[in-house]
């Protein structure tokens, strides 16, 4: 713990992070990108993922402070992870089609770990999710202008709201007819091992291309993880 190399990570988070890289098999020289990487867990994990893969991992966090964090996260990590400090809603345009897999853990009301910062909920009010979706959706919209073809996008949220879920990823792909859901639920259980209880489907439903995680089914915050790809 003293040095880095062990932390105590949710576990949904890690599987967030494991979901993008084992997607499927890494090309050597695949280059990643954690757009909103404050304060470090995921970055740290795919860093990780990155360097037994040969890929290169670049962690972006906008506010120096975390960004600090994210230095420090990685600190333990073999590995020459790039910290930047850009806003991660102009990448698209400073870095077209340039990473091959792009992490969008992006910031949300997070009521999805109420369980662990209980004193959370009186500090939240209905018009967060309302100003949050703005910036979620320039995120969304810059990490796809980011993304190479043929590459994969992950974007998770820790909350359960629709608007910041669902929502987002079904308006991101109709905004953007070259981008595709993958089969989220598919890569989760192969990450899982098994030792994920997803529900099934309800007959018609086309949810397979994100999950929801739930504290009480799963024992992780209330994660949303959706794979898209751009073609």
């Known amino acids: 713990m003293a040095e880095g190399r062990v932390r105590v990570q949710d ?12 997607a499927r098999p890494v090309r050597p020289g695949e280059r990643w990108l954690d757009l909103c990487a ?17 890929a290169l991992l670049t962690a972006n966090e906008l506010v120096p402070a975390r960004a600090g964090l994210v230095r420090d996260a990685l600190r333990a990590v073999p590995g020459d992870t790039e910290v ?3 806003d991660g809603t ?14 969008l853990d992006a910031p949300c009301s997070g009521l999805g770990a109420l369980r662990r910062r209980p004193e959370a909920r009186w500090r939240k009010s209905p018009r967060d999710v309302a100003g949050l979706g703005v910036l979620q959706t320039a995120l969304v919209d ?26 987002v990823v079904q308006a991101a792909l109709q905004r953007h007819p070259d981008v595709s859901a993958l089969d989220t639920r598919a890569v989760l259980a192969e990450v899982a091992d ?3 209880e997803l529900p099934p489907l309800e007959e018609g439903a086309d949810r397979a291309s994100s999950v929801q995680l739930w504290p009480h089914r799963h024992g992780t915050d209330a994660m949303f993880i959706a794979l898209l790809t751009r073609r």
Request: proline letters at 5%; a negative charge; charged letters at 15%.
């Open 11 to 22: 576990e949904g988070s890690q599987l967030a992070a494991l979901a993008l890289s084992r």
């Open 38 to 54: 404050g304060p470090g867990g995921k970055a740290a994990l795919l860093a990780a993922e990155a360097g037994r893969a040969g």
């Open 84 to 86: 930047w400090e850009l």
């Open 90 to 103: 102009t990448v698209g345009e400073s870095h077209p089609g340039a990473f091959d897999r792009i992490l």
């Open 142 to 167: 810059a990490a796809i202008g980011a993304l190479a073809p043929g590459g994969i996008l992950a974007y998770v949220t820790c909350s359960p709201h629709l608007a910041e879920t669902r929502a």
């Open 194 to 196: 098994g030792d994920l």
